[in-house]
């Protein structure tokens, strides 16, 4: 596995082998085989609570991402399953990556990405409640709806303590048969609900392992300091089968690649490992969760819990 990336500021990583040795599974595929998935992780720490929200899927042709999950956990390792929704329940072909948030008055929010049946158009539709269960009953509102010529999808979201940010991987249309061209665009919003688009974050760099498409995949506020994972890929053939890079924020609202990468990858081929989450804990440490390529092409959800 290649080195960490050390620009700072960014993310520890004190012992890149441990990253993978250390990890536990946190779920793993109901059907070991290319093409069936748990993972797109979004976690929260709440009052000394795991959350966590993912993704189930199934092979292309044998329903594809089927649900989203809500489950809570005591030690952010063993999750017990709250909350599940199914891709009819939002009238879509797929669900991907969701985005669980609590917003700074306590609710919660659940922002689902939608594919529309019979097309390559994706779309972001929020779910509102005051509890975790509630989000079971609430009614989906679009916030993201996306465009004729762009698939919008798998938002990161933050609130700064004045407005809401959010990053997003958009697909060109104009093209059918390379709509897995991606960049991440950053959009805020003062109340997670109506969105303006502020530009680009992040492209991929020509001829690097990146090339093809970018997509964040968490990113940690700290004005010019902040810092971004995201998933990368240098081909349409490298779909779905991401690795972990590195951003750091270039202080006007963009973000530049770190010079080497990938940071992260899975040690079975092709090194599938994307849609890492972090999240910092008050004794300076951090757990990480990530979706990772296993050795028979299925992929798990892992966590692992490193120093700060």
Not at 178 to 195: C, I, K, L, N, Y
Not at 228 to 238: K, N, P, Q
Request: glycine share 12%.
């Amino acid at each position: 596995m290649p080195h960490p990336v050390r620009p700072s500021p960014g993310p520890r990583v004190p012992e890149l082998d441990r990253f993978w040795s250390a990890a536990e599974v946190v779920l793993a595929p109901e059907d070991p085989r290319p093409g069936a998935w748990v993972g797109g992780p979004s976690a929260l720490l709440v009052d000394g609570t795991w959350w966590l929200a993912y993704r189930l899927r199934r092979p292309v042709g044998k329903g594809r991402g089927f649900a989203n999950v809500v489950a809570r956990s005591a030690d952010g390792v063993r999750f017990t399953p709250v909350v599940q929704l199914g891709k009819d329940d939002f009238g879509a072909e797929s669900l991907e990556r969701p985005a669980l948030v609590r917003t700074p008055e306590g609710r919660w929010r659940l922002y689902v990405s939608c594919a529309t049946p019979g097309s390559k158009h994706w779309r972001v539709d929020l779910l509102e409640a005051g509890t975790v269960e509630g989000l079971a009953t609430a009614a989906p509102r679009t916030v993201l709806p996306g465009s004729g010529t762009a698939a919008v999808k798998d938002p990161v979201i933050r609130h700064d303590g004045r407005q809401w940010h959010l990053w997003a991987s958009v697909h060109p249309l104009d093209e059918p048969h390379a709509t897995d061209r991606m960049t991440t665009e950053h959009a805020t919003s003062p109340d997670g609900v109506q969105w303006t688009w502020r530009g680009t974050a992040l492209t991929g760099t020509p001829g690097s392992w990146d090339a093809r498409g970018v997509r964040f995949a968490t990113v940690v506020l700290g004005g010019d300091s902040g810092w971004a994972l995201y998933d990368g890929r240098a081909t349409a053939a490298e779909n779905w089968e991401e690795r972990t890079g590195l951003a750091v924020s270039d202080g006007n609202g963009a973000f530049v690649a770190a010079a080497e990468g990938p940071l992260l990858q899975s040690p079975h081929p092709p090194g599938g490992l994307r849609y890492a989450d972090v999240v910092a804990l008050p004794d300076g440490r951090a757990r990480w969760f990530y979706e990772a390529t296993r050795a028979d092409g299925a992929h798990e959800l892992r966590t692992v819990l490193l120093a700060g």
